[in-house]
């Protein structure tokens, strides 16, 4: 219908819906679409932010290639995401805890959220301090009850990616708790009852009634997990100085923010950006793929 042949009414809604979407479209090509494009763009040249942009083809990725530091830091990103099925275990059973009829339940369900909801960099200062090798709380526990000295967590290769986790699992497993827990509690109660007339045990229900159940939960925490981790970076950028020991704590968005940031090759960066793009792409896509044969849906 063209314009001409609308009501006046009519033709005053369509304003109104035109005026309401214009701003979120406008800031989607401004702050999107934009800055998505230009680092597509700047991906094939060599540009340091003070002289003009050259234009160099590919060479931005086949120097990626040949960069140990890329491997590295790519390396340490899939190494953290062990976090995601153990957070996952931790949250479910926190959940399973949380999902009962107790007085003042409420208040432990918030004190478990407390930590999602707290700025990721006063965290990552708190677990600093509380990782420290001389003076960190946690090395004085482990002195305290097991009478030996702790490991140097954020000094000590082989140490500081467990450190990540560590600090993950205790300020994002708040989050999974609460989805778990709605998830508890929308499975109906009849699927117990009948379980218990078939003589099913408590863990024969939790097996194969609470699991499937929770499935589209499972699916949802590990999509996020795994693309929550391609993308950690503040945390890195605090705790882990340089990347921290032999490059030990840097991920590969870390190792982005230095190559535009610091040695101001922003032309390498966003090469790496759009690799790492099409990797969480890529890895996404072969989980929607695969969760149709695990996934339950009601």
Known sequence: MKWNQLSGHRR????WSLLFVTPPVLGFLIFGLAPLLTSFGLSFMSWDMLTPA???GLDNFSKM????KFYKSLFNTLVLLVGIPLGMICALTLAVMMNRS???ISIFRTIYYIPVIS????LSLLWQWMLNYDYGIINEFIWKIFGVQGPNWLGDPNWVKPSFILMGLWSGVGGTMVLYLAGLQAISSTYYEAAEVDGATRWHQFKHITLPLLSPIHFFVVVMGVIGTFQ????????????GPEYSGATIVFYIFQEAFRYFNMGYASSVAWVLGI????????????SKRWVYQD
């Open 12 to 15: 005053k809604d369509m304003m």
């Open 279 to 290: 990797i969480i792409f890529i890895v996404t896509l072969i989980q929607f793929r695969f």
């Open 119 to 122: 700025p990721i960099m006063a």
């Open 65 to 68: 290639l040949d960069d140990e």
């Open 102 to 104: 107790l007085k003042g």
């Open 54 to 56: 050259e234009f160099i």
């Open 232 to 243: 950690s970076f503040s945390q890195m950028y605090i705790m882990a100085v340089d990347g």
